[in-house]
């Protein structure tokens, strides 16, 4: 009998990416692959103690070039360029050790999967030739989006982008507005050199004659954006939640793991959730990096009070 493929899960060290991510892990476990999961080695050692113990799961990191974490000052601009570059050129180095190491061990890979902001990714797996796959863990729509910004639709989108009430009209999507737009597509983006992480994202996907892309949706959901762009092949495989709360195939399976963000007084909001009657609190939430200035917040509170 051979052996059962072995999946590389390659993650961006956020949360927002490994929540689903270990999801999906799970996911590949429970259909009889192997999987190696692997984030930054710093992001690795907060995970520590967050995730259940898994069969078959394993855990290998990579550096970042700042393996005892990176620090921003309110995720300053030019740090986080900075890290970015950093990322890209250590981490391709110590990934493909990883995985020359995994095939000298007796356990190689057989398909890579790798998510958002790490292009470079798919470039390492191309160089020791295996195949990879793209997770997109945002909307579909959102990747036709980047998609038509990057091949002619760029101005239609910049000028909508300013006008919140003119109509966006692209190949195989309902009519957008500019409030539909992506947030690094809008002029107050602060980070552009992740906008070319994108670009760089649908350039290395360009590369493949059948690309395909496992996305973070489902069918009924978005129905026309995952056929929007002929040239891609996107299978919908989400929502990426815990399954007892999705297909019940692991009623023991009720929550994400994986928490890197446990050390910000996690006790104290659980204890303040937990004392509120059931149904009563509004969660809202920007991402884990998100950084609002004081009016904003101030608004988005007159707003849900």
């Not at 000052?73 to 890209?88: A, P």
Request: hydrophobic content about 35%.
């Amino acid at each position: 009998m051979p052996p059962p493929p072995h999946f590389l899960l390659v993650t961006f060290p956020a949360q927002g990416h490994i929540n689903p991510a270990l999801q999906l892990a799970k996911r590949l476990l429970r259909m009889g692959a192997r999987v190696t999961y692997s984030t930054t080695v710093s992001a690795q050692h907060r995970m520590t103690g967050t995730t259940p113990p898994l069969d078959g799961l394993m855990f290998k990191g990579f550096s970042d070039g700042y393996d005892d974490g990176f620090n921003s000052r309110d995720f300053d601009h030019d740090e986080v360029k900075q890290y970015m570059s950093v990322l890209k050129s250590r981490g391709s180095e110590t990934l493909s050790q990883l995985i020359v190491d995994s095939e000298k061990e007796g356990q190689p890979i057989s398909c890579m999967i790798y998510t958002l902001l790490l292009p470079w990714a798919a470039d390492v797996a191309r160089g020791l030739h295996i195949p990879s796959v793209n997770f997109w863990i945002q909307p579909a729509m959102v990747l036709d989006i980047y998609y038509y910004y990057f091949n002619g639709y760029d101005d239609v989108i910049t000028k909508s982008a300013n006008d919140p009430s003119c109509s966006i009209n692209l190949p195989g999507l309902p009519p957008l507005s500019g409030g539909d737009l992506p947030s690094f597509l809008i002029p107050s983006n602060n980070y552009p050199f992740l906008l070319m992480s994108f670009q760089e994202q649908l350039e290395v996907l360009d590369q493949d004659t059948n690309p395909r892309i496992l996305v973070n949706t489902c069918d009924a959901l978005e129905p026309e954006a995952l056929r929007a762009v002929d040239k891609f092949k996107m299978e919908a495989i989400g929502p990426s939640i815990p399954s007892a709360f999705l297909d019940g195939q692991d009623p023991n399976d009720t929550c994400f793991g994986g928490d890197i963000l446990h050390g910000r007084n996690s006790t104290d909001y659980k204890e303040w959730l937990n004392s509120k009657p059931e149904s009563s609190v509004v969660y809202v939430s920007f991402g884990s990096m998100a950084v609002l200035k004081k009016p904003q917040m101030e608004e988005i509170a007159r707003w849900v009070a």
